[in-house]
């Protein structure tokens, strides 16, 4: 009814790995049966905090394994949480490793949307706070992803912390200098 091309989604928490992403199958093609239309679902990689599931590629994948529909589903990437669940994005060498092993365990051509956003916890801490473009703990690393060529024609939304206008233009001014480098 919105006329949106997607929706995102967490993938949900649960105690028991394969029981949960079991429990997401299911739900996720309930959905898809329930709901006739040309919206992609896209399941977002998590922080992995808690019992949180979707942290890893693996699980993901495993999950849209599952899923009958496979034309309307996909995955969006956000480099906070991937860098908290143990994806190392510091380096431009770490950066080509992450999406080299996203293509192979899930496969670039289901990613459609990045969430670009700095961390503000360590590398694997498992716990999600997002942060400034260039001045949290992934630091440079945020050029080497906005740079990558498997990236370039994505749409990336910030999710950046704010109180008003101020900080967006100033992450947006981050952004645009990034992109000359
Ligand atoms: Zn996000």
Do not use: C
């Not at 040309?38 to 599931?53: D, F, I, K, R």
């Not at 669940?85 to 770490?94: I, N, P, V």
């Not at 999406?99 to 670039?108: A, E, Q, R, V, Y």
């Amino acid at each position: 009814m919105l006329g949106a091309r997607f929706l995102v989604m967490h993938v949900g928490s649960a105690p028991d790995e394969s029981q949960g992403i079991q429990q997401m199958i299911t739900g996720i093609n309930q959905a898809l049966d329930r709901v006739d239309n040309n919206v992609t679902l896209l399941l977002e990689n998590t922080a992995g905090s808690g019992n949180e599931l979707g942290y890893t590629f693996e699980q993901l994948a495993r999950i849209i394994a599952g899923v009958r529909m496979k034309r309307r589903i996909g995955v969006v990437f956000d480099t906070a949480h991937a860098f908290e669940a143990g994806y190392d994005l510091r380096t431009q060498e770490k950066v080509r490793e992450t999406f080299k092993s996203f293509n192979s365990i899930i496969g670039l051509e289901r990613l459609k949307l990045v969430h670009f956003n700095d961390s503000k916890t360590k590398f694997a801490s498992r716990s999600d706070r997002h942060w400034h473009i260039g001045k949290g703990e992934i630091g440079k690393g945020m050029a080497y992803i906005i740079q990558h060529p498997a990236l370039k024609k994505l749409p990336f939304i910030m999710e950046t912390p704010r109180t008003g206008l101020k900080e967006d233009l100033m992450n947006m001014r981050t952004v645009r200098r990034l992109l000359k480098k």
